[in-house]
């Protein structure tokens, strides 16, 4: 199966799992589990929630221990938070500023999520002991899902 068909497939799985779901941590953790069991390069997959101005706080999640809090001006779950942007790293010992939850994770995709009202509510991070694991397909796929996801919530 093509990425894309594995992302056009994810993303029917998702809209099943929370089209009558309005509670976060619920779709968060739906999400999170059909992710994390359907891509097997995917190691950690979790969302990490703005939880106060400029603090991002680990939510639903699967995989090691991630850190329980993230500021804005640190990771690169915090790059993604500051400039609501997708980060994709293909090597993450290329990045100083890079947290490591796992000394085994070797790439990295954190995508952010905005609710109804467009606000950043979050931050998709998912790691993989692979290089290189996430390309644009992945940048799409996973955007188009946490679109999905943001439209639920606010
Ligand atoms: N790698 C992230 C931290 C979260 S742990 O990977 C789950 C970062 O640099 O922000």
Redesign the pocket.
């Known amino acids: 199966m093509t990425k894309d068909e594995q992302y056009r497939q994810a993303l029917l799985a998702v809209r099943s799992l929370v089209e009558d779901e309005s509670d976060e941590i619920a779709v968060m953790a739906s999400v999170v589990c059909e992710l994390h069991h359907r891509f097997e390069r995917f190691h950690?997959t979790?969302f990490?929630r703005v939880t106060a101005p400029g603090v991002l706080t680990?939510g639903p999640?699967q995989?090691g221990h991630?850190?329980a809090r993230?500021p804005f001006d640190?990771?690169?779950?915090?790059?993604a938070a500051r400039e609501e942007a997708t980060q994709v790293v293909a090597d993450?010992r290329d990045?100083p500023?890079?947290?490591?939850?796992?000394s085994t994770?070797r790439s990295?995709i954190?995508v952010p999520v905005h609710d109804r009202a467009g606000r950043l509510i979050a931050v998709l991070?998912v790691?993989s002991d692979e290089p290189a694991a996430f390309d644009g397909t992945d940048q799409r796929g996973l955007e188009e899902i946490c679109r999905l996801v943001g439209s639920r919530l606010g």
């Open positions: 950690w979790g990490y680990v999640y995989g991630g850190c993230i640190r990771g690169v779950c915090g790059k993450v990045l500023y890079h947290i490591a939850c796992s994770t990295e954190v991070d790691d």
